[in-house]
C-alpha cells in the first residue's frame, strides 16, 4: 500500500470531481498514480453518480492511502460543487485540478511545481494535448507564457486540468457555482493582479467526445454574458461584444477540431 507520508517535502492536493465516469476515471487516476512527483494527496469527490465509479475509488483508496473519496448524496448539477467540497479539505502547499475524462504526463507535476516555484507564480497552466474519443490527437494548445486579465477576457488559454494553483492564493476562493465556473475563477485570480504562468510543454491530455465538439455553441452564451455583465460587472454593450468574440472564437476551435 502506498503511504501518505510526504514529511519534509511539498504536498500537492489533486482534485477530481467525478460522475458516471467509470469508463474515464481509471485512466485519469492512474495517471496521477503514475507521477514521478510522489507526494501528493488526491481527492476523488463523487457527485451522486449512479454507476460504479464510487466503488471503483473507493478499492483504489483501499490500496492506496493517498486517495481519498468523498460522496455527495445527489448530483449538484455543476463541477463547481464538488470541486468546492474537496477545496475546503486539501491540505496541500499546491493545488492541482483534474477532470475524470482527462490525464497527465507522467512528469507534469515534478515539472510544473519547478516552474511555479522558480517563476514564483501563484497559479500556472500547461500546454494540452486535445484527444478525442477513439484516442486520436487532434489538436496541441499552448498556452502564453504569461496570461492577464486582458488576455483572459479575450479567450480562457487555460484548461482546468492542467491548472495548479498556490494554496495560499486561493485563501477561501470558491468556484462560483455557474456555467463554466472555472474560467469566472481565473479571472477573478488575474484581475486580483495574481501572476498566470504558462508553460508549453504539453503535459496535459485533454479529451474531448464528439458531442462536445458538435454541440451548439449557442446555448453557452448565456454562461460569458453572466461572467462578463454580472461578475465582471461590465455594461451592456462591452458584454455582447465580449460574449460574441468568445463564441467566435470557440466556434473556430470546434470547427478545426472536426477537421483534424
Known amino acids: 500500500m502506498e503511504s501518505s507520508d510526504t ?3 511539498v504536498l500537492i492536493s489533486v482534485i477530481m470531481p467525478t460522475f458516471n465516469a467509470i469508463e474515464t476515471v481509471e485512466r485519469a487516476m492512474l495517471s496521477v498514480q ?22 471503483y475509488v473507493a478499492d483504489c483508496a483501499q490500496q492506496d492511502s493517498r486517495i481519498n473519496l468523498i460522496r455527495l448524496s445527489s448530483n449538484s448539477g455543476s463541477p463547481a460543487t464538488p470541486r468546492n467540497e474537496a477545496l475546503t479539505r486539501a ?34 497552466c500547461t500546454g ?28 480562457n488559454t487555460l484548461i482546468c486540468s492542467s491548472v495548479m494553483v498556490e494554496s495560499t492564493a486561493v485563501d477561501k476562493r470558491l468556484f462560483p457555482v455557474m456555467g463554466h465556473e472555472d474560467y469566472a475563477l481565473w479571472l477573478e485570480f488575474a ?37 462578463y455583465r454580472e461578475r465582471e460587472g461590465f455594461s451592456r454593450v462591452r458584454t455582447l461584444l465580449l460574449t460574441l468574440r468568445y463564441a467566435w472564437l470557440a466556434r473556430k476551435r470546434a470547427i478545426k477540431h472536426i477537421r483534424a
Not at 34 to 55: C, F, I, K, P
Not at 104 to 119: D, G, V
Not at 128 to 155: E, M, N, W
Open 91 to 124: 491540505r496541500g502547499s499546491y493545488i492541482a485540478f483534474l477532470d475524470a475524462d482527462d490525464a497527465w504526463a507522467t512528469h507534469k507535476l515534478e515539472r510544473q511545481l519547478a516552474l511555479m516555484q522558480q517563476s514564483k507564480a501563484a497559479l500556472s
Open 7 to 9: 514529511s519534509g517535502f
Open 34 to 55: 503514475a507521477q514521478t512527483y510522489r507526494h501528493w494527496e488526491l481527492w476523488v469527490v463523487d457527485d451522486g453518480s449512479s454507476d460504479s465509479t464510487a466503488q
Open 128 to 155: 494540452a494535448v486535445v484527444v478525442r474519443d477513439q484516442g486520436q490527437a487532434c489538436d496541441v494548445r499552448v498556452p502564453p507564457r504569461q496570461a492577464t486579465y486582458a488576455s483572459l477576457l479575450k479567450q
Open 191 to 227: 484581475r486580483e493582479g495574481h501572476s498566470i504562468l504558462g508553460i508549453a510543454d504539453s503535459l496535459t491530455f485533454y479529451h474531448i467526445s464528439a458531442n462536445s465538439i458538435s454541440a451548439n455553441k449557442l446555448k453557452v452564451l448565456p454562461y460569458f454574458w453572466r461572467i
